[in-house]
């Protein structure tokens, strides 16, 4: 401490002044970046874990295990392996004045998926959206390669000498469990509106079908008149209802998660379970709030080394 005092004492004045202005932001950020994690933590702590089909509308937390979207299973567009989220980057090395070993990475190309992910647990399914969230992979991981697609790949710690770009994938896998925190609310289907789209539908196929239309043609005139074309409303509507008893359909509500802009509570989406993430964020909080007492002693003991 008694050289750091010494160094202080032999600032100028106006670099003195640019040391307590740089040394009181460190400050402030270090302890507002404390909260930031420490906040995440009290979220996590204080939020009940929800069962998906029993949720109440607003700001909830789930466990459950993440699943394909069937109509559109989704793949890593580096390594091709199955997912329900990726974050992507490829970048290529350049070299400075010609030395390899002064070298920096600049990014040519990154992509993150906007697919929707579905969650699962015992009591139903819900759907994630994954923008705009904080999202905490299950799998992380880089290597090299001499082409901007990659094609093999180098691994190793020979690798990042040799190679000339650099891929990093981020993935949330299919089958594995997930944790989320975030506004839940429930989508409710209008099942008047559906049964009017169906029947409507079916009208529709049968305009273009000739022989369907004759047989609505009740006195053989070949004109589909008003009572006629009542009739087959009723035998559509119907077929309709009759479907809507035999078939299988889809749940008449649809659950989702998602961010809410007007709230400044975080939205989290994780394959590491709410445990361990909670713990994470508590030590980087209070890691950062020990740096953050630190800085403010060399702040104090600065100013008051001078007049």
């Not at 202080?8 to 202005?21: A, D, P, T």
């Not at 989704?74 to 030395?99: H, I, M, R, T, Y």
């Not at 990154?110 to 139903?124: C, N």
Request: proline residues 4%; hydrophobic residues 40%.
């Amino acid at each position: 401490m008694s050289s750091y005092l010494a160094w202080v004492e032999h600032l100028s004045v106006g670099g003195y002044r640019n040391y307590l202005l740089v040394v009181l932001f460190i400050t402030l950020a270090l302890l507002i970046a404390g909260v930031y994690f420490i906040r995440r933590t009290y979220w996590i702590i204080n939020t009940p874990t929800s069962k998906i089909a029993s949720a109440h509308q607003g700001y909830i937390e789930i466990e459950g295990v993440a699943k394909q979207i069937d109509s559109a299973p989704l793949a890593s567009p580096l390594s091709g392996d199955a997912c329900v989220w990726f974050w992507v980057e490829v970048a290529q090395k350049e070299n400075k004045f010609g030395d390899s070993s002064q070298s920096t990475w600049r990014r040519v190309y990154s992509h993150q998926s906007d697919q929707l992910i579905s969650v699962q647990d015992e009591s139903g399914t819900c759907l994630v959206d994954p923008d705009l969230a904080h999202i905490h992979p299950g799998l992380v991981r880089n290597w090299y390669g001499d082409s901007e697609r990659p094609v093999g790949g180098l691994m190793g710690a020979g690798a990042r000498l040799f190679a000339n770009y650099r891929y990093t994938e981020k993935l949330l896998l299919a089958d594995h469990p997930i944790y989320v925190l975030g506004w839940f609310k429930t989508i409710t289907h209008d099942a008047y509106q559906a049964e009017h789209e169906s029947v409507k539908a079916l009208l529709s196929e049968w305009k273009s079908d000739p022989a369907k239309m004759k047989s609505f043609d009740q006195d053989g005139n070949g004109v589909i008149d008003g009572q006629e074309w009542h009739q087959a409303r009723l035998l559509a509507q119907k077929i309709t209802q009759e479907q809507r008893i035999t078939e299988t359909y889809e749940p008449n509500h649809t659950h989702v998660i998602g961010a809410n802009c007007q709230s400044r509570r975080p939205y989290l989406i994780s394959a590491v379970d709410q445990t361990t993430l909670a713990r994470r964020f508590r030590r980087w909080g209070y890691s950062l709030w020990g740096l953050s007492v630190l800085s403010f002693s060399l702040l104090m003991n600065a100013y008051y080394v001078r007049p």
